[in-house]
């Protein structure tokens, strides 16, 4: 059973603009959430994270926001540019082990 | 360069004979990882390595064996290949205890195995 859950497969957005690529967990014991952007060809490499005891974690473009109550995590990317066209997952973690959700497209449209 | 690396890229092989993916990190991290890369189904963790000579399951080890000898080494194991192990799998690391801190895992750049 999927205990990380991206609900939309993809998302394009015009550059400049607001992307929010959403997460929806179910394990209330996840302590420690991250967000990996992933090229073709690549392997995923991190982005951001944020522990469960904070609500928003920001890092240049990037801003992911936790909402424990509601047990869903999403990332926000301001301006939005071309170079961030990527397949985006969320993690979360539980003791030592790590899942992962099913993974967003994003397309920035120039 | 700080990198993990994985052997071979590509792999095609056919049901029932033995193969080993290996992986190597060079950043002395403690902790090591196997995933699985399927459609649909995300990234899933296959096993874990927390330091030498510690292993354990993940969500999807049937099928699968790993061994952690040394710190930077961690191959994964097919005894008996079957074609729904045919994916595209992923190893990663990342430092633990308090000098790391809250570490990500890095990871390499994907193996794709197609058992025929």
């Known amino acids: 059973d999927q205990q990380v859950k991206q609900n939309s497969p993809s998302l394009s957005v015009q550059e400049g603009r607001i992307s929010i690529l959403n997460c929806d967990y179910t394990?209330?014991?996840?302590?420690?959430f991250l967000w990996y952007k992933k090229y073709p060809a690549e392997g995923p490499t991190f982005l951001i994270s944020?522990?469960?005891?904070?609500d928003k974690n920001e890092d240049g473009r990037f801003t992911v926001f936790l909402n424990k109550s509601a047990k869903h995590l999403s990332l926000h990317i301001v301006p939005s540019q071309p170079g961030d066209s990527a397949v985006y997952f969320c993690?979360?973690?539980?003791?030592?082990?790590?899942?992962f959700g099913t993974g967003t497209s994003l397309t920035v449209i120039p | 360069e700080a990198q993990v690396t994985q052997n071979p890229r590509y792999l095609i092989t056919v049901t029932g004979k033995k193969l080993t993916v290996t992986c190597s990190q060079n950043?002395?991290?403690?902790?090591m990882s196997w995933y699985r890369q399927d459609p649909g189904l995300g990234l899933r963790q296959i096993y874990y390595?927390?330091?030498?000579?510690?292993?354990d399951k993940g969500d999807v080890p049937e099928g699968y064996k790993v061994s952690r000898k040394e710190k930077r080494n961690f191959p994964l194991i097919l005894e008996s290949p079957s074609p729904n192990q045919t994916s595209l799998y992923f190893c990663?690391?990342?430092?633990?205890?308090?000098?790391?801190?809250?570490?990500?895992?890095?990871f390499g750049d994907g193996t794709r195995l197609s058992i025929l």
């Open positions: 390595s927390m330091n030498v000579e510690v292993t």
């Open positions: 394990n209330s014991m996840f302590d420690y």
């Open positions: 990663a690391s990342r430092g633990t205890g308090s000098h790391w801190g809250n570490q990500p895992q890095h």
């Open positions: 993690a979360a973690r539980s003791g030592n082990q790590f899942y």
């Open positions: 950043m002395n991290h403690e902790y």
């Open positions: 944020i522990s469960s005891i904070k």
